[in-house]
């Protein structure tokens, strides 16, 4: 019986993808620091903002129009997939898995959406203190806008709980499953097994 084809490896992300993961990751993480230690003063929490949401624009952008692996269709699937991938998850072994695994396409999503309902609260804001209001806060009812300041922290805090969850990921596949996450999103290439590319 023959055993699993051995692995090869291939050019998988884009450099404008990989530029676009580094520099979202940068201004998340800068964005949520100026938030939560100031200066009170929220300009540069702003900037990190319309930065993010700019690249939140190119991913959406680069889902439907850019190279097949970072396309939502190629990497998207259903709950059969990622039942049958968490069953094996535990596993000593790398994945190979040609991009996001079912898992991780939950998590791309999830991430995605929150930073977009994020962008959204800080852009409606009014903290009623006449400095950091929101630049659209005027478009919608001030009790909407006092509420946003709350979804806005809320929504700060679960930013951080994924961050801190998707590094628990990438230490657990480099230590438990020997698979290097890291590089792939540095170099573009990763090893994968044609078996699963299907």
Not at 21 to 33: K, N, T
Not at 54 to 64: E, P, S, T
Not at 69 to 86: D, K
Not at 170 to 175: C, D, E, S, V
Request: net charge positive.
């Amino acid at each position: 019986m023959r055993g699993p084809e051995p692995p090869r490896e291939i050019s998988l992300w884009d450099p404008l993808l990989r530029a676009f993961h580094w520099l979202l990751a940068f201004f998340v993480v800068l964005g949520w620091c100026l938030g939560q230690f100031g200066p009170s003063k929220m300009t540069l929490h702003f900037w990190c903002g319309y930065v993010v949401a700019g690249l939140l624009v190119f991913r959406l952008i680069w889902g439907f129009f850019g190279p097949a692996p970072a396309r939502f269709s190629h990497f998207l699937r259903g709950p059969g997939a990622v039942a049958g991938y968490l069953r094996g998850m535990m596993l000593r072994e790398p994945s190979y898995w040609p991009g996001h695994n079912p898992l991780g396409a939950l998590s791309v999503i999830t991430m995605l959406a929150l930073l977009a309902a994020q962008v959204t609260t800080g852009l409606i804001s009014d903290p009623e203190d006449y400095i950091n209001v929101g630049p659209l806060a005027d478009r919608v009812g001030s009790a909407t806008s006092v509420k946003a300041v709350g979804w806005h922290e809320l929504g700060a805090n679960l930013v951080l709980i994924l961050v801190l969850l998707h590094l628990a990921v990438i230490l657990f596949y480099r230590f438990w499953k020997r698979e290097d996450l890291v590089r792939p999103m540095l170099t573009g290439r990763k090893q994968i097994r044609d078996r699963q590319a299907d």
